[in-house]
């Protein structure tokens, strides 16, 4: 008897750790010159926690909480409860400041590392690299097809103009032309086997200072079914439209990561449509009138009335 106890109370104690296990989800990317996905970094969060807070936050923004404070501040009795829920309120958000949601970089520390990273994660793509084509140095005066040849004031000209656009490509950071490039992310929970992915365009990263976003939608068990990613900027800049390799971690700077929760939606509403009645024409028929409607009750009453008549008259004393 006291062994079954004693693994009943072992089986519950392994079940509540399990479930209060805080959630890991892995993420990985893939640079532009490396030819294997990286574990870029751990979004953790306990979901439990969250709910709590999340809970409490709701409680102090709901639509009764105005009143509630109002009712409490008429009653001089209520001065110590409302020190002690400003106290809590403070406590409160203090908690909601320190989230419990933590994300990590994790850079390799040896390019074994990145050796041995496993290469069948595809769904995180590359972005391509490609480089610009210089023209080359003008040599000189250039004869056109119709036998015209450039003066030497627009040779000079056109020069200058090269000149200046090879200083500029120099002192630019290095981009690459053509189409959009996608940065790509997944991330992936080992732990059920879930796994999604998210992209934005790369210009974007370097228009916002790689200043990153993820949202986590949890469902109604607190488990992440999807997540959105996106900048602080919406739109590239004219330095950053053209695509950029991302080589480095060095680049990424801490993640902000928040979480929605399920919401129930307000119970739809259906009304049966009635059906329309059509005449001989085949046009609807127009509304009755109350007395076309209601004709076969009125008629009765009247003959009725009409048959019994009136009171009978008093007899005359």
């Not at 940065?183 to 228009?207: F, H, N, P, T």
């Not at 900048?231 to 480095?248: G, M, W």
Request: hydrophobic content about 35%.
């Amino acid at each position: 008897m006291k062994l079954n106890t004693f693994i009943l109370a072992l089986t519950l104690a392994a079940s509540v750790q399990v479930y209060a296990e805080e959630v890991t989800l892995g993420v990985w990317h893939k640079l532009s010159d490396h030819e294997s996905f990286e574990k870029r970094g751990e979004i953790r969060f306990d979901a439990d926690q969250w709910h709590v807070l999340n809970q409490q936050r709701v409680q102090h923004s709901g639509p009764n909480a105005a009143f509630n404070a109002a009712t409490a501040a008429n009653s001089k009795a209520s001065r110590l409860q409302q020190q002690q829920a400003a106290k809590q309120k403070q406590q409160n958000e203090l908690q909601l400041q320190n989230f419990p949601i933590t994300y990590e970089n994790i850079v390799p520390t040896a390019p074994s590392a990145i050796a041995t990273l496993a290469d069948d994660f595809v769904l995180n793509v590359r972005a391509p690299v490609k480089h610009y084509e210089r023209d080359p140095k003008p040599e000189g005066p250039h004869t056109y097809e119709d036998g015209v040849t450039e003066t030497q004031e627009e040779f000079d000209q056109r020069l200058e103009e090269w000149t200046m656009l090879q200083e500029e490509l120099d002192e630019a950071p290095e981009k690459t032309p053509g189409t959009v490039a996608f940065y790509q992310i997944m991330l992936k929970d080992e732990s059920r086997g879930w796994e999604a992915l998210s992209s934005i365009k790369s210009c974007l990263l370097v228009a916002s200072d790689f200043q990153e976003r993820i949202a986590l939608h949890l469902d109604h068990d607190r488990k992440v079914f999807a997540f959105d990613y996106y900048t602080t900027s919406d739109q590239c800049s004219e330095e950053s439209e053209k695509e950029y390799p991302i080589r480095s971690l060095d680049v990424f700077k801490n993640v902000e990561v928040t979480i929605d929760g399920p919401q129930t939606a307000p119970k739809s509403i259906f009304h049966k449509a009635q059906a329309i009645k059509v005449d001989e024409t085949g046009k609807p028929e127009a509304e009755k009138t109350f007395f076309q409607k209601y004709w076969v009750y009125i008629m009765p009453i009247v003959i009725i009335f009409l048959f019994t008549g009136g009171e009978p008259e008093k007899k005359a004393e």
